[in-house]
């Protein structure tokens, strides 16, 4: 075996094991339950399986389109809601990524339309592909459903430690594009709304990110630091590193070696629904890790 396919199968591990996560994560939301409980069932799951969280479990609700985590003492339960979950999983860095809606909100039709929008996607592209030209897919799948996508956020691909990484896939269509290549490892993450189709950031953050490595003076931040950077490039909950730790995160922050990923929301307050599998492109299709 050579070593692009041990790093094809890290991935597909990874996708397993994402596949079984979400759907027993998915049973756990009900009105009633708490945020926090689901939250830590999930990311103790991926670990029970054998991975590791590829970012912190994302648990957007109603207008909130991503990065919604609970805090570490949350008391926040599940109501009348329109829930995304967004899991990832790692295999020593290789990551999968997929989302979820759990509709409590009486909106199957909105939920729809993002589900038939990544399956459009998903049928649509190969190697050769234009990554406008899937976001062209994306947009008229959601349109038809009376819905617009929400056209500041993206797809991506995905690298080893980096949940984030070229090239983007757009779900609206948009000028230029990249061409797809086989063996490119993308998430593609359509977003719809009965909004206007924009996000902004809102809302105080609980999700993080390192993003340099430079002497910090306090020791309180200096153990903090040493403490966060297992994680290396990926986001990490603050809720995972216990209590009594502002003065150093803040300390962190002011010094530009960790940064904040604020609460995405609606522009307009709509409801939003998300879907979202990983696939490696092939010749002829793709390959869905995550199904």
């Not at 009348?80 to 020593?92: C, Q, R, S």
């Not at 056209?151 to 090239?167: C, E, F, M, R, S």
């Not at 593609?188 to 990110?209: L, M, Q, R, V």
């Amino acid at each position: 075996m050579t070593e692009t396919d041990e790093i094809i199968e890290k991935y597909r591990l990874a996708g397993r094991i994402l596949s079984e996560v979400r759907a027993q994560t998915a049973e756990k939301v009900i009105e009633g339950e708490s945020l926090l409980m689901v939250a830590e069932f999930t990311e103790n799951l991926i670990r029970e399986k054998g991975g590791k969280p590829a970012f912190p479990v994302n648990i957007s609700r109603n207008d909130e389109a991503a990065h919604s985590t609970p805090s570490l003492n949350d008391k926040a339960v599940f109501g009348k809601d329109i829930v995304k979950l967004d899991i990832g999983v790692h295999i020593d860095g290789y990551i999968a990524d997929t989302a979820i809606t759990v509709d409590l909100s009486g909106n199957p039709e909105l939920v729809k339309a993002a589900e038939a929008a990544l399956e459009a996607a998903i049928n649509f592209i190969h190697a050769g592909v234009n990554t406008s030209d899937i976001g062209g897919v994306i947009d008229e799948t959601i349109t038809s459903f009376g819905y617009k996508p929400i056209i500041n956020l993206t797809g991506h691909g995905l690298a080893q430690y980096i949940q984030h990484a070229p090239p983007a896939i757009p779900n609206k269509r948009m000028p230029g594009g990249v061409i797809l290549k086989e063996g490119d490892i993308i998430a593609i993450e359509p977003f719809a709304t009965n909004g206007a189709g924009k996000i902004h950031d809102a809302g105080s953050a609980e999700i993080y990110h390192i993003v340099s490595e430079k002497p910090v003076r306090h020791p309180s931040a200096r153990k903090l630091l040493v403490e966060i950077g297992k994680y290396k490039t990926l986001p990490f909950a603050k809720r995972w590193l216990g209590e009594r730790i502002d003065f150093a995160m803040m300390a962190l922050v002011r010094a530009n070696i960790i940064r904040p990923y604020p609460i995405l929301k609606e522009v307009q307050g709509g409801l939003i629904s998300q879907a979202e599998h990983t696939v490696i492109i092939t010749k002829e299709g793709c390959e869905v890790i995550t199904r």
